[in-house]
């Protein structure tokens, strides 16, 4: 199966995992499962670094780049598809694109 991490899910595998649910934890040691991780967790983490909510020891790039070799997984695409669905607002990206329905590559 396909999974693809919530901001919050990915940022725990790697820095709380007792924070998981054993479901949750279970899935991502699954090897039968695919982990995949959208460029807008990528950017939302960026955003808790800025604002203090993530601190880290090194550069967030340092950061990302050492997380990605630990846990390697799928980056998925932001699809074209989505993008012109997306209602034009002052939100983040991340709520515009979750609000899109999802529709299958064809």
């Known amino acids: 199966m396909k999974l693809l ?9 790697l820095v709380a995992p007792g924070r998981l ?4 934890a279970r899935a991502l040691e ?3 499962n695919e982990l995949w991780l959208s460029p807008i967790s990528v950017w939302e983490f960026l ?5 203090g909510r993530v601190i880290l020891k090194e550069t967030p790039r340092a950061w990302l780049e050492a ?4 846990a390697p997984m799928t980056e998925a695409a932001t699809a074209y598809r989505v ?3 997306a209602k034009k607002s002052t939100n983040p990206p991340r709520v515009e694109i979750m609000a899109c329905p999802l529709s299958k590559r064809t």
């Open 83 to 85: 993008t012109p669905s």
């Open 5 to 13: 991490l919530d901001t919050h899910i990915w940022l725990w595998s």
């Open 21 to 24: 649910s054993r479901r949750v």
């Open 67 to 70: 997380a990605w070799s630990r």
């Open 47 to 51: 955003l808790l670094v800025e604002r």
């Open 30 to 32: 699954d090897a039968d």
